[in-house]
T-cell receptor, first 113, second 113 residues
Framework: GENVEQHPSTLSVQEGDSAVIKCTYS??????FPWYKQELGKRPQLIIDIRSNVGEKKDQRIAVTLNKTAKHFSLHITETQPEDSAVYFCAAFSGGGADGLTFGKGTHLIIQP | NAGVTQTPKFRVLKTGQSMTLLCAQDMNHEYMYWYRQDPGMGLRLIHYSVGEGTTAKGEVPDGYNVSRLKKQNFLLGLESAAPSQTSVYFC????????????FGPGTRLTVL
């Protein structure tokens, strides 16, 4: 089955700086890569996703890049703000009627004032 | 629209007791999922359903059973609870499987003593 590795587990950045979270996946058949944000005590919520036929996608301060050859994808947050503090999960979907989304273990992003 | 709801929000069980967690969605989604979330482990898929009357095993199905008798409901059962099942349980639903956002419920915090 699919295996998703996510790094770092904790990331601390100064407010206004950029943050980058990286994930690798193992199944070359994976074709959908969403990112979820989970605030403390809340449910995970989708913030951005990318399909395997696209190399980059941007939504205001958030962007995701995908390198299919290297089997890795990254989340980029620019001009970080206090409300960006949360746990971020990457995920991969390998399809074929298999197990649905496989999630990384999460990155705790801390925005320092 | 309530989205995805879960009942109960909190529960404490003794080892060997049984219980059922209820997930309901009002978005007419075909796909429903049960995940468990443990510290440092991310979200792991327990069971999922691709439609009314169907269920399938995910990554960590042992000790759990599920049923999808109605399209809007997905039940997760623990027949004989064990301390290793102490976790936060999230239900999710989606319109399709690939390329589709999963909408999560608020979670159920379960403690098994």
């Amino acid at each position: 089955g699919e295996n998703v590795e996510q790094h770092p587990s904790t990331l601390s950045v100064q407010e206004g700086d950029s943050a980058v979270i990286k994930c690798t996946y193992s199944d070359s058949a994976s074709n959908y890569f969403p990112w979820y944000k989970q605030e403390l005590g809340k449910r995970p919520q989708l913030i951005i996703d990318i399909r395997s036929n696209v190399g980059e996608k941007k939504d205001q301060r958030i962007a995701v890049t995908l390198n299919k050859t290297a089997k890795h994808f990254s989340l980029h947050i620019t001009e970080t703000q206090p409300e960006d503090s949360a746990v971020y999960f990457c995920a991969a979907f390998s399809g074929g009627g298999a197990d649905g989304l496989t999630f990384g273990k999460g990155t705790h992003l801390i925005i320092q004032p | 629209n309530a989205g995805v709801t879960q009942t109960p929000k909190f529960r404490v069980l003794k080892t060997g007791q049984s219980m059922t967690l209820l997930c309901a969605q009002d978005m007419n989604h075909e796909y429903m999922y049960w995940y468990r979330q443990d510290p440092g482990m991310g979200l792991r898929l327990i069971h999922y359903s691709v439609g009314e009357g169907t269920t399938a095993k995910g990554e960590v199905p042992d000790g759990y059973n599920v049923s999808r008798l109605k399209k809007q409901n997905f039940l997760l059962g623990l027949e004989s609870a064990a301390p290793s099942q102490t976790s936060v349980y999230f239900c999710a639903s989606s319109y399709g499987q690939s390329f589709n956002e999963q909408f999560f419920g608020p979670g159920t915090r379960l403690t098994v003593l």
